[in-house]
């Protein structure tokens, strides 16, 4: 089993551009989530799935969309990058009870 | 809202014995759990309360008391390897659906020789 798997690793992106974050999960977790962590700040819930098709707004989701077409991904997309949006990103995912098992997160820099 | 509070840096010595304390506010309540993260590296989870106690996994323990709000994570026989951020985390209700894990900012863990 694979776990957590995030995409990409790194990226540079310039202000202004898209792009999608990847995360696919094996677990058969209904529980699906994005983190950004940045300096100081501890990990931020961007958006969260309880199912496909069911999606909420975590803490800080401006700037962010999601979607969940399937158990297996729930992918971040960023429509329109800025630098406040650098960030290191975390995908987890769960069954809403005790363990949230993380993926090695994408280290996102946007200039 | 959701809030939860916990110390930004601790430092120990090996075999030392560390408590991390942890508050929180959040409008439901289904949980607290602990993760440890090493530099670098993505969070790991290390223990959960769901109900007020104590419960115990090696040199790690936690507790928890739901009527104060508050828990922590006990670390005992401290070695260099424990040198980590933890962060407390409270399962809460979520906006619109289900529940949603929420973070505290994590406290930094030193551990000496």
């Known amino acids: 089993n694979a776990g957590v798997t995030q995409t990409p690793k790194f990226q540079v992106l310039k202000t202004g551009q898209s792009m999608t974050l990847q995360c696919a999960q094996d677990?058969?977790?209904?529980?699906m989530s994005w983190y950004r962590q940045d300096p100081g700040m501890g990990l931020r819930l961007i958006h969260y799935?309880?199912?496909?098709?069911?999606?909420d707004q975590g803490e800080v989701p401006n700037g962010y969309n999601v979607s969940r077409s399937t158990t297996e991904d729930f992918p971040l997309r960023l429509l329109s990058a800025a630098p406040s949006q650098t960030s290191v990103y975390f995908c987890?995912?769960?069954?809403?009870?005790?363990?949230?098992?993380f993926g090695q997160g994408t280290r996102l820099t946007v200039v | 809202g959701q809030s939860l509070e916990q110390p930004s840096e601790v430092t120990a010595v090996e075999g030392a014995i560390v408590q991390i304390n942890c508050t929180y506010q959040?409008?439901?309540?289904?949980?607290l759990s602990w993760y440890q993260q090493h530099d670098g590296g993505a969070p790991t989870f290390l223990s959960y309360?769901?109900?007020?106690g104590l419960e115990e996994t090696g040199r790690f323990s936690s507790f928890l008391s739901r009527s104060d709000s508050y828990g922590y994570l006990l670390l005992q026989e401290l070695q260099m390897k424990d040198s980590a951020s933890y962060f407390c985390?409270?399962?809460?209700?979520?906006?619109?659906?289900?529940?949603?894990?929420?973070f505290g900012k994590g406290t930094t863990l030193s551990v000496s020789s």
């Open positions: 987890a995912s769960g069954t809403q009870g005790i363990e949230a098992f």
């Open positions: 677990m058969n977790h209904e529980y």
């Open positions: 799935s309880v199912g496909a098709g069911i999606t």
């Open positions: 959040t409008s439901g309540f289904y949980g």
């Open positions: 309360n769901g109900l007020d």
């Open positions: 985390a409270v399962r809460d209700r979520g906006r619109q659906a289900g529940t949603a894990l929420i």
